[in-house]
């Protein structure tokens, strides 16, 4: 938590980060504008604990077609391909590659390779990469497809073949608990008891840890009252579809980017009103 924050349109507001990787990041430009942050993280980011089946795809590599969904996965990607000496084989393979990406973090990882994405999809969602792909002529293309724990990977395979496409998956990552139940219960109690004014989720494994410990601690009732008592932001369509699925209220999130930058300023311009 800050201490001193910053005057600004956030100052005398509360919010509370979920975040893991870049949390640090996002502290700051909510305490820039005068907030007061609570971090807790909920999930920590792993190497998959079997790495053969990542070691065998990129031994695959190079594709016709690369679909990246997460910028995380592709730094992932090449961390194994360090490790197992073939690098330099994998940024040729990813130059060579048709590169689609779901949404800007893989462009942002590409762009820091020196590469860029030949197309995104129209919307940052499994519906809106098929909606792209859906123009392509895939027809005997070999797709190697980079997945997230969590997404909806028969549905893409699927698809992928009946385009006529060769799809390979690979899922380079994975999602652990990150701090420890206790920090999550208290983060529940001070929002019930309306300490929190924003809780900001930038992932839906954040929301799935949050209810998971709620059921264990037998909180549940508790968090309903505490993310009605307070305003609930997400970053991008995926995670806010998430929460209303589960039957809570997103009421802050960006409009078109869905980063952290648009984030921060959807937060201020909610909380200016």
């Known amino acids: 938590m800050s201490h001193e924050p910053a005057i600004g349109p956030l100052s005398g507001r509360r919010i509370a980060l979920p975040e893991t990787r870049e949390l640090e990041r996002l502290a700051r430009m909510l305490e820039a504008e005068g907030a007061e942050t609570l971090r807790c993280p909920m999930v920590a980011i792993k190497d998959t604990p079997d790495p053969l089946p990542v070691q065998e795809w990129l031994r695959r590599f190079p594709f016709d077609d690369l679909i990246l969904y997460t910028g995380?996965?592709?730094r992932r990607l090449q961390g194994f391909a360090h490790r197992l000496d073939v690098e330099a084989a994998f940024l040729d393979g990813l130059r060579i590659a048709r590169k689609i990406?779901?949404?800007?973090?893989?462009?942002?990882?590409?762009?820091?390779?020196?590469?860029?994405?030949?197309?995104?999809?129209?919307?940052?969602?499994?519906?809106?990469?098929?909606?792209?792909?859906?123009?392509?002529?895939?027809?005997?293309?070999?797709?190697?497809?980079?997945?997230?724990?969590?997404v909806p990977e028969a549905r893409l395979n699927g698809f992928l073949q009946d385009m006529?496409?060769?799809?390979?998956?690979?899922?380079?990552?994975?999602?652990?608990?990150?701090?420890?139940?206790?920090?999550?219960?208290?983060?529940?109690?001070?929002?019930?008891?309306?300490?929190?004014?924003?809780?900001?989720?930038?992932?839906?494994?954040?929301?799935?840890?949050?209810?998971?410990?709620?059921?264990?601690?037998?909180?549940?009732?508790?968090?309903?009252?505490?993310?009605?008592?307070?305003?609930?932001?997400?970053?991008?369509?995926?995670?806010?579809?998430?929460?209303?699925?589960?039957g809570f209220n997103v009421s802050i999130a960006p409009e078109h980017s869905y980063f952290m930058k648009p984030l921060v300023s959807a937060i201020v311009a909610a909380l200016s009103r």
């Open 72 to 74: 995380e996965g592709l």
């Open 101 to 150: 990406t779901r949404g800007p973090k893989p462009e942002r990882v590409l762009r820091e390779l020196g590469l860029k994405s030949d197309l995104r999809a129209e919307t940052p969602t499994t519906e809106g990469l098929i909606a792209t792909l859906s123009a392509l002529d895939l027809r005997g293309r070999r797709v190697g497809v980079q997945l997230y724990p969590g």
């Open 164 to 246: 006529g496409a060769q799809p390979d998956m690979v899922l380079p990552y994975v999602y652990t608990s990150a701090v420890e139940e206790r920090r999550v219960v208290e983060l529940i109690d001070q929002m019930a008891g309306g300490g929190i004014d924003v809780i900001a989720f930038t992932s839906s494994p954040q929301v799935e840890r949050l209810l998971e410990v709620a059921k264990a601690t037998r909180r549940e009732e508790t968090l309903q009252a505490a993310l009605q008592a307070t305003a609930i932001a997400a970053v991008g369509p995926v995670v806010a579809a998430d929460l209303q699925r589960r």
